[in-house]
């Protein structure tokens, strides 16, 4: 029932994941199959489930309620993430692949083997439970992705701690949250300087005892990672954890930030399972230019895309990951190394790697040897032009170049381009992964018409997808599951097409940076539609020239709006004010809140939110032609209003 | 058949016996009823209140009988006749309580009487505030408080007014219970009783009308906070003057996009007639059909059903003493069409310089009535006759028309003021001989009906509506209505003309260019650079819902960009109608369309105008698709209300100081736009500041050599100099004795530069209501430029041109 097609394994297979397959080709045999996984959705995902070893199997596959943001998948099951990836390998021999690919600092590149990687991973983790680590225990990277992360994710999953990668991009401030808000028991840190000094800072802040450096220690007081190897192979590797399906692998923090940091949380049994199967979907090409056994992923570790595969999709399957400390910053020349090193090597990146690439290159392409086995991108819109670029002058073939829609809560890519002509269109979003049901919805709740945009949405769970906000139950129903009952909010705008090809049509929220941090308006949008006295609220952002703000314009119960605000709504607005500050932080504030009639809205009932950006900045007049507008009067009295 | 025939014939015969027999009882019936309430009537003055009570009880006894055998013109008037009776009878017993008890209701009557709270109403009109005050049911006192026209009118002078009449008559206003006041323009909303909240105040502030009631709610507010009333205090408004409850069918109109609403109209007193009458009929005011017809400043007739008022005959469209209400629509255009009328005359008509006003120089019937008897003479005596007529005839009429809907009516009522007149209202019964009983309420139940709501809002707290529910609610079942009444049943019609017709309005040549689509093919418009919220607005009504199917669009630009906008705007990317090309160079990429037969035309979007230009001549140039002989220019087609043909401009956009040169150039692309609208030999007039050659001006001999260099055409007609009112007005050409053959009648308009051109394009937009399509001619390609600036129909016009021309250029007319 997969796309690839295998007969399905035994409980407890050996095989697990490993080994690529034939695939849908035409958009029939795709739908049939989406058709098929959607009809019987346990049984589809079952099977999946079962390409994992589970040390004890689950009794129940989903357990989900939307409405009341309660999901669990895989109930009662038990599994140990580490016994998934080297264990298939020892059974068949095969521990000797190479596992990663390093970049030598003088150039040249050097294999690791899983052997070896098991290895480290024992030490590592030998030596994290000699410091006391407890299962559920938080353990924090603030390093560069290489041989230590990977290596601190499997020793963390080993022993059932949960990982905390932190984006080393992130300031001072937003890392140090980050620690507070996870409560971490340990902090990793590079000792080469590469975080511009934050990791210094936060291992002054942090404790240095409870600070381990990777390369050279500063502090006498912190350990460094070699010291703590060394003193882990001196010990017996202690045996893996089995944990239950629900216990959390990893929490990802996004970067974005309120001043109270979010962590998305993720169940290891679910993650590990759609991680697997979705890698082995998207990635793993039979035939003369096969894919699937070294991958090379820009992206960080700490995002969802980067986790699923960038580490664990592609571990599972016994593949290759080939590193690269250039990150994003990856040149044409050191990529054409790379691929000439690995046949069939698949880049995972953002359209905005590919876009430099095509700047770099030009007309030109990467030499017949070091051509791509297959080009995936994610995080931001992937443009035609950006696909038929990639598809012309880096894998020589254009539908291998994939395009996958994945949001840090989604875990794993949920639509996506296939590497086959048929279901491969320049510009689309891709079709929908098999066992999941997206829909684009109207702001009524319908579903949309064929190429009618509204907003995407998910009608109901899948594995990997988030399961809570740590520490912040609450906050979690609230964000994905309070606008549309029964459904998951992405906050996309999209359209499907007859074929059922999704399509971007935007984010439904601005991202904007006030005060030095990225914020996205719909957060604060959530928050002040959950004040009890606020019916409706639109935020937009637009950059001024002291820098980013935020305007919200808000449909109050109980307050009567006219060409002058009633007096009791500047008590609303400090009211407002206050209790944004409490749940998101001062900066979360809008520089003004607008109180409003009603929002103006499109026939079909979206907020016209272009317009109010212009309302906000002053760049409207009175005459304009409104016609778009369902609601002309409210924009009227809006305009008015802007225009005193 | 015989038989047949002979039993039809003794039927009739039958009835005809019994008709004889019916009229003569009803006769009867009617001289003792007469008689009786003629004899009632004349005694009513002397009446002791012991004796009031007595007759009212005796009359409603016989008002009950009469409500039996109603029906006939005889019975229908002596029912009339009698409730009329009644009405005033019961206006005068328990102390004249009686009114106010009826209207309450008989639940709530006996705590308020028994209560007695003190209860201030009033209601504001445009020169005075007419108020009252009650203690319990009884009215203590009423008056009408003038202000002093130099003083500022506000709600805190009118509240300190209405403090001051309560301070005379030493009545504390502190011990006031609640105040009820009339209420004015708020949104729409049912009638009924309102508490005062925040948001009907509100609404009143910015009340789409302008009407003295509007500052009542304010003057209440102000008056509670002078008092500093405890919380205590009760503040509401009834049956304001913009209640509506309209049927379905009462809200259509002849012109499909002018939808009625029940506003304007007295329902404050409407409503309270109604209650009464079906108080004096002994039914449940929602099983009383009923019409009342309020006569007073502003008139207004309205048909009560199931408790709503389903249709009403508002004060604009009746005559009243200042307005004039609905004119004929013909006379109304000719007038326009002759400049004998303008917007401002008829606003004023509508307002306050129509009906009686306009007839006879006052607003007052009862001066008009009274000069008829002394001072006229013959001639104005048959005029104010007439006038009489006419005022009771469109009001008998307008009761009528109401009746139209064929379902059972009991009673019909006047009140207002002007039912004190006697010679209006017993024409008015005359026109609607005896159909149904005519009751006769004199005067306004204004303060009785606003204290009534009042009083049932201080014992029946749930008897008061929400405001803010009761108006989003009707704003959702009108809008429900809207979408219903809006439903398409068939496409557009396209007016099909004949071929080579001329086309002399944007409509007909949006609808030729339809015509020439559907004969050709769906043209594809290249917007250049459509990351641009006007190019999507455009384009997306040129092909609303396939209503028009002008063109088809391909999207050039930056794909996130342009998603975005078209979801923001609900544009469906189907990849037929509307699809989009991601793109670095949309010029660029435009013209490789352009060349490879993708696309048709060029319209602007949020890349720059001279980009485009620049871009586009070399690529024309290099595929010889411009001649050298050839320029780009821009034309502008303006529909402007008042002239039977349309006018092109040129060039108010691309050229900006053109040489004489390029405006023989410029001559000529206008040209293919005349031809393109099919008009035959068109005008030019080549434009300057004056309409003789002149040396001080330049442009006046600039003209003139320009015109000379078509003098030997034959297929246009190219005059200059010429000053714009010579070309555009034939008076004024006649006035000025200009001898060449455009006089007044020009087509194309050649304007000096571009500042003129650009003036002349803008004056007419923005001050007479013209409307203009666009269009650049660049050798065999039309491009579109829109504006923000540009309305909705401006714009579908300027893709129309585009279109047209297209085929027009590529393979001559279509």
Redesign the interface.
């Known amino acids: 029932m997969s796309l690839g097609e295998r007969p399905p394994s035994a409980e407890h297979s050996l095989t697990g994941f490993a080994g690529p397959s034939s695939r849908p080709t035409t958009l029939a045999e795709l739908q049939r199959l989406q058709e098929a996984s959607l009809a019987d959705r346990e049984g589809y995902w079952r099977s999946q489930a079962s390409r994992l070893r589970w040390s004890t199997a689950f009794t129940q596959i989903s357990d989900e309620e939307l409405r009341e943001g309660r999901v669990r998948w895989f109930s009662g099951g038990q599994l140990k993430a580490t016994d998934n990836v080297f264990g298939p390998l020892a059974d068949a021999g095969r521990l000797d692949l190479p596992a990663l690919l390093v970049s030598l600092p003088g150039g040249g590149l050097t294999p690791i083997s899983y052997r070896e990687l098991q290895s480290e991973v024992l030490a590592l983790a030998a030596a994290l439970a000699a410091r006391g680590l407890q299962p559920g225990d938080r353990l924090a990277c603030f390093l560069p992705d290489g041989q230590a992360a990977i290596a601190l994710a499997l020793a963390c999953a080993h022993l059932g701690l949960i990982e905390v990668p932190v984006n080393i991009e992130h300031p001072f401030d937003v890392a140090h949250a980050i620690l507070a808000n996870c409560d971490a028991s340990l902090l990793v840190i590079a000792g080469e300087d590469c975080s511009g000094g934050v990791g210094g800072q936060l291992q002054d802040a942090f404790g240095p005892e409870r600070t381990v450096v990777v390369g050279h220690a500063a502090d006498p007081r912190s350990p460094s990672y070699a010291d703590l190897l060394a003193a882990g192979r001196f010990l017996p590797p202690p045996p893996a954890v089995a944990v239950d399906a629900e216990h959390p692998l990893c929490l990802l923090y996004p970067g974005a930030g309120t001043s109270i940091p979010r962590g998305a949380v993720f169940a290891t049994g679910g993650f590990l399972v759609q991680a697997g199967s979705s890698y082995d979907d998207l990635f793993c090409l039979a035939g003369p230019r096969s894919t699937g056994d070294a991958l090379l992923c820009t992206l960080p570790l700490a995002s969802a895309a980067g986790l699923a595969y960038g580490l664990w999709g592609p571990l599972l399957h016994g593949a290759c990951l080939v590193l690269s400390p250039a990150g994003e910053g990856l040149a044409a020349t050191a990529l054409a190394q790379l691929a000439e090193a690995c046949p069939g090597l698949a880049l995972l990146c953002s359209p905005r790697l590919l876009a430099r690439l095509r700047q770099e290159l030009g007309e030109g392409h990467l030499p017949a040897s070091a051509q791509l086995g297959l080009v995936a991108a994610c995080g931001d819109v992937l443009p035609p032009r950006l696909v038929a670029f990639a598809g012309a002058a880096l894998t020589g073939l254009p539908e291998r170049v994939l395009n996958l829609w994945i949001q840090r809560a989604t875990g794993v890519a949920l639509i996506a381009s296939l590497p086959a002509g048929e279901l491969n269109r320049p510009g689309a979003l891709g079709l929908a992964a098999l066992g999941v049901e997206p829909r684009v919805l109207n702001d009524a709740g319908e579903v949309c018409r064929p190429n009618e945009s509204g907003q995407l949405v998910f009608a109901s769970s899948w594995p990997a997808m988030v399961r809570g906000l740590w520490g912040q139950p609450e906050r979690y129903w609230e964000r994905y599951f309070s606008r549309i009952p029964g459904c998951f909010v992405t906050n996309d705008g999209a359209r499907v097409d007859r074929e059922g090809f999704f399509w971007g049509m935007g984010r439904l929220d601005d991202r904007i940076k006030v005060a030095g941090r990225s914020l996205s308006t719909s957060e604060v949008e959530s928050t002040l539609a959950g004040h009890p006295r606020i019916a409706e609220a639109a935020v937009v952002g637009f950059s001024g020239d002291e820098g980013g703000s935020l305007v919200s314009f808000l449909v109050a119960r109980e307050l009567a709006v006219g060409e002058d605000e009633p007096p009791e709504a500047e008590g609303l607005r400090l009211e407002l004010a206050r209790y944004l500050q409490m749940r998101l932080g001062e900066f979360a504030v809008p520089a003004r809140l607008v109180f409003v009639r009603e929002l103006p809205r499109t026939r079909s009932g979206k907020v016209v939110r272009r317009v109010l950006r212009r309302i906000a900045t002053g760049d409207v007049s009175q005459d304009e032609d409104w016609s778009a507008v369902a609601n002309p009067g409210a924009l009227q009295d809006l305009v008015r209003q802007s225009g005193r | 058949m015989e038989t047949t025939t002979r039993k039809l014939v003794e039927a009739v015969a039958e009835i005809g016996g019994a008709r004889v027999l019916l009229s003569t009882l009803e006769r009867q019936l009617a001289d003792l009823g007469d008689r009786w309430v003629g004899d009632l009537e004349g005694r009513l003055p002397s009446l002791s209140p012991e004796e009031v009570e007595e007759a009212a009880i005796g009359l409603a006894g016989a008002v009950e009988s009469l409500r039996s055998v109603a029906g006939t013109p005889q019975a229908n008037r002596l029912l009339g006749r009698a409730l009329s009776l009644l009405l005033e009878l019961k206006r005068r017993s328990a102390g004249g309580r009686m009114l106010l008890r009826l209207l309450v209701g008989g639940t709530v009557a006996a705590p308020a009487e028994a209560g007695g709270k003190l209860l201030l109403v009033f209601s504001p009109t445009a020169s005075s505030t007419k108020a009252a005050c009650f203690r319990g049911l009884d009215k203590l006192h009423e008056t009408e408080l003038h202000h002093d026209p130099d003083e500022p009118d506000t709600a805190e002078s009118r509240a300190a007014a209405l403090l001051g009449w309560l301070q005379e008559l030493g009545i504390d206003p502190a011990g006031l219970a609640g105040i009820g006041c009339r209420g004015g323009f708020v949104r729409s909303v049912p009638a009924g009783t309102y508490r005062v909240?925040?948001?009907?105040?509100?609404?009143l502030?910015?009340a789409a009308v302008l009407h003295s009631s509007n500052l009542s709610v304010a003057i209440a507010s102000e008056l509670r906070r002078r008092i500093a009333a405890p919380d205590g205090l009760l503040l509401t408004t009834s049956d304001p003057v913009a209640c509506d409850e309209l049927e379905l069918t009462a809200r259509m109109t002849g012109l499909a996009k002018v939808k009625r609403e029940g506003t304007a109209a007295h329902y404050l007193n409407h409503k309270a007639v109604w209650r009464l009458l079906a108080a004096l009929l002994g039914r449940l005011p929602s099983e009383t059909e009923a019409i009342t017809a309020h006569l007073s400043g502003g008139m207004s007739v309205a048909l009560h059903r199931g408790g709503r008022v389903v249709d009403v005959l508002d004060a604009f469209s009746l005559p009243s003493t200042t307005r004039s209400g609905t004119v004929e629509m013909a006379q109304l255009l000719q007038g326009f069409a002759r400049n004998e009328l303008n917007i401002k005359e008829l606003d004023a008509a509508a307002n306050t310089r129509g009906g009686l006003i306009s007839h006879a120089w006052t607003n007052d019937f009862r001066a008009l009535v009274h000069f008829r008897h002394q001072g006229a003479n013959e001639r104005q005596r048959q005029k104010i006759d007439l006038i009489l007529d006419f005022f009771a005839r469109k009001t008998a009429s307008a009761v009528l028309q109401l009746t139209a809907d064929g379902k059972p009516l009991q009673v019909v009522a006047i009140t207002g003021g002007l039912v004190h007149e006697q010679e209006l209202v017993d024409r008015i019964e005359a026109g609607l001989a005896g159909r149904f009983p005519l009751v006769r309420v004199p005067g306004s139940l204004a303060h009785e009906a606003l204290a009534a709501g009042l009083i049932r809002g201080l014992y029946e707290p749930d008897s008061l509506l929400d405001y803010?529910r009761e108006r989003d609610l009707l704003r959702d079942r009108r809008h429900a209505e809207d979408q219903l009444l809006d439903t398409p049943i068939f496409s557009r019609q396209v007016i099909y003309r004949r071929e080579k017709a001329p086309i002399f309005s944007l409509d007909e040549l949006i609808d030729a260019t339809c015509v020439t689509v559907q004969r050709n093919f769906v043209p594809t418009i290249g917007i250049v650079g459509a990351d641009n919220?006007e190019a999507i607005?455009a384009s997306?009504?040129a092909n609303e819902e396939g209503t028009y199917r002008l063109a088809k669009f391909v999207l050039l630009g930056?794909?996130?960009a342009i998603?975005?906008?078209?979801?923001?705007?609900?544009?469906?990317?189907?990849?037929d109608n509307y699809t989009?090309v991601?793109?670095?160079d949309p010029v660029e990429e435009a013209t490789r369309l352009h060349a490879a037969n993708q696309i048709h035309v060029l319209m602007k979007g949020s890349m720059k105008t001279d980009q485009i230009l620049r871009g586009v001549f070399k690529y024309l140039k290099a595929s010889g698709r411009i001649k050298p002989e050839e320029l780009i220019s821009h034309v502008v087609v303006m529909d402007i209300p008042k002239r039977k043909k349309m006018v092109m401009i040129s060039d108010a956009a691309v050229n900006t100081y053109p040489d004489e040169e390029k405006r023989v150039k410029i001559v000529e692309n206008a040209l293919k736009v005349a031809a393109n609208l099919n008009i035959k030999q068109p005008k030019v007039a080549i434009i300057s500041a004056i309409e003789s050659v002149n040396k001080s001006v330049e442009s006046s001999q600039a003209a003139e050599r320009i015109a000379a260099r078509f003098a030997s055409r034959t297929d246009c007609i190219v005059e200059g100099p010429l000053s714009f009112d010579v070309a555009m007005d034939a008076a004024v050409a006649h006035e000025k004795k200009y001898k060449g053959q455009i006089a007044g009648t020009a087509d194309i308009l050649i304007m000096p530069d571009i500042d003129a051109g650009n003036v002349a394009y803008k004056s007419l937009t923005t001050q007479s209501g013209a409307t203009a399509g666009g269009v650049v001619i660049a050798g065999d390609m039309p491009m579109v430029l829109t504006s923000?600036?540009?309305?909705?129909r401006s714009?579908l016009s300027s893709i129309a041109l585009a279109a047209s021309l297209y085929f027009h250029l590529r393979q001559g007319p279509g």
Do not use: F, H
């Not at chain 2, 998603?563 to 990849?575: C, F, G, M, P, R």
């Not at chain 2, 923000?788 to 909705?792: F, I």
């Open positions: 909240t925040p948001a009907l105040e509100r609404d502030e910015q803010e919220e607005l997306k009504m930056d794909y996130s998603s975005q906008i078209a979801y923001d705007y609900d544009l469906v990317i189907d990849n989009i991601d793109t670095d923000r600036g540009d309305s909705a714009k």
